[in-house]
């Protein structure tokens, strides 16, 4: 690990607590979802892309991923971000 993502890691830790850590090494639901019915990617201001995977049967979100080459922030807010929308309708999700 090169000392800027120890400098990243340990600012991401003060940002957003003891969780991070675990996310960042073991991310929830990441990586690409083969049998995604809808994707998006959007590249942030520092240069890393996020890839959103979902699977949508009627309008319910039923599962879904990312996949991203960022850093920790990236992947918690991954995390995060299925964490709140799968199982919601899709009205819902876009609530968040």
């Given at each position: 690990?090169?000392?800027?993502?120890?400098?990243?890691?340990?600012?991401?830790?003060?940002?957003?607590?003891?969780?991070?850590?675990?996310?960042?090494?073991?991310?929830?639901?990441?990586?690409?979802?083969?049998?995604?019915?809808?994707?998006?990617?959007?590249?942030?201001?520092?240069?890393?892309?996020v890839e959103?995977?979902?699977?949508?049967?009627?309008?319910?979100?039923?599962?879904?991923?990312?996949?991203?080459?960022?850093?920790?922030?990236?992947?918690?807010?991954?995390?995060?971000?299925?964490?709140l929308a799968?199982?919601?309708?899709?009205?819902?999700?876009?609530?968040?």
């Amino acid at each position: 690990m090169s000392e800027l993502e120890k400098l990243i890691g340990n600012l991401t830790h003060k940002s957003y607590g003891s969780k991070d850590r675990e996310m960042n090494s073991r991310p929830i639901k990441f990586g690409r979802l083969p049998e995604a019915t809808a994707s998006a990617r959007v590249t942030g201001p520092c240069g890393e892309t996020v890839e959103f995977y979902l699977h949508i049967e009627g309008e319910e979100i039923k599962d879904g991923s990312f996949f991203t080459d960022g850093c920790g922030a990236s992947k918690l807010c991954g995390s995060l971000a299925l964490m709140l929308a799968i199982g919601k309708n899709l009205d819902g999700a876009a609530m968040y």
